[in-house]
């Protein structure tokens, strides 16, 4: 059966650079990213949706030697040389209290409202959310011609309080490297599901 796709559906050389042929890379050329190319990333990401608009990414962008070396002594030994490596490194992080920006983000109604007095699903609410726009980070890279290497190998306490120090509601949630990725520094890609596998249509 051919699929018919809606006339501005991206091209398939498009959706190879997003998804079939992008990789999550270990190693990197020698070749810096401009702040130019983060600001470029982020005007991307602050279009993608999140609940009522909440965006509570807050991002630490790990560039020079200094703060490099601090993160190196938070993540674990197999990710230390992929972050010293890295031209950049994002530290993805949420703001717990993401709410008390509501009102100019969510103008339409009192969303501040919905999250006073409940720091619980605020905390739920900043991680689903902030992990999305995660995600939109690294398509945003990958859209703009670079690659990718999000680590989960860190300790969380180690690095908010390293980067989010003089910000006591921010967590961090995730890291991810971005920069040129070395082809030698992959393997072949690990299998994937097809659709039947973990998919149903209800």
Request: hydrophobic residues 45%; glycine residues 6%.
């Amino acid at each position: 059966m051919t699929v018919q796709f809606h006339d501005h559906a991206l091209s398939p050389e498009a959706l190879d650079q997003l998804f079939g042929e992008a990789r999550s890379y270990n190693g990197w050329l020698d070749k810096p990213v401009s702040d130019a190319q983060l600001h470029a990333i982020w005007d991307l990401v602050k279009m993608a949706p999140t609940s009522a608009n909440m965006q509570p990414v807050r991002i630490v962008w790990v560039k020079s030697p200094e703060a490099k070396a601090k993160l190196v002594e938070c993540v674990a030994e197999g990710n230390k040389k992929k972050v010293a490596a890295a031209p950049v490194t994002a530290v993805i992080g949420y703001d717990v209290d993401f709410h008390e920006e509501l009102p100019w983000l969510f103008p339409h109604t009192d969303a501040k409202s919905w999250f006073e007095g409940n720091e619980a699903g605020r905390e739920e609410g900043a991680f689903r959310n902030s992990s999305l726009q995660g995600a939109y980070l690294m398509l945003a890279a990958r859209a703009l011609g670079l690659d990718c290497g999000p680590m989960s190998g860190f300790d969380p306490a180690a690095v908010t309080a390293a980067f989010f120090g003089d910000e006591p509601r921010h967590r961090v949630n995730f890291i991810c490297s971005v920069g040129y990725g070395d082809p030698a520094s992959i393997f072949p890609r690990s299998p994937r599901p097809e659709f039947a596998s973990f998919n149903r249509i209800a």
